[in-house]
């Protein structure tokens, strides 16, 4: 490649990366359910929020990349199955879980009980 281009492309790479940066994140987790979620550990590879959901709660519409979900208590709750129905989800004390990337909630959690989760979030 000429060096006339690289350097006519460096400054609309180094625009992208300031802007991308800049950009808010409207349906993190953090910002927008902070009575739900918090940070416990965050670098550029990987970021570990704590979610604790009570029965009753809405969940606002929120975002999550691909993640490990691990269960900090046993947790159960009634998930819409998509048909009209309902099914009980359940997890173990200790259970690790993967969950692809997602936009979800907007719909009041029916928790058995107080549901604990550590939610490390691949970025």
Not at 12 to 36: N, R, T
Not at 58 to 77: E, G
Not at 96 to 105: I, Y
Request: glycine share 6%.
């Amino acid at each position: 490649m000429p060096v006339n281009k690289v350097i006519s492309v460096v400054p609309l790479l180094l625009l992208a990366a300031v802007v991308g940066a800049a950009v808010p994140k409207p349906l993190d987790p953090l910002k927008v359910a902070p009575h739900i979620y918090s940070l416990d550990f965050e670098n550029d590879k990987v970021r570990v929020l704590r979610q604790t959901v009570r029965n009753g709660e809405t969940l606002p519409v929120h975002a999550h990349p691909d993640r490990v979900m691990v269960y900090l208590q046993s947790c159960a709750w009634l998930e819409d199955d998509g048909n009209g129905g309902e099914k009980m989800q359940l997890f173990k004390i200790g259970e690790a879980v993967w969950a692809p990337a997602e936009t979800h909630g907007g719909t009041t959690t029916d928790v058995v009980q107080e549901c604990k989760i550590l939610e490390i979030e691949l970025l």
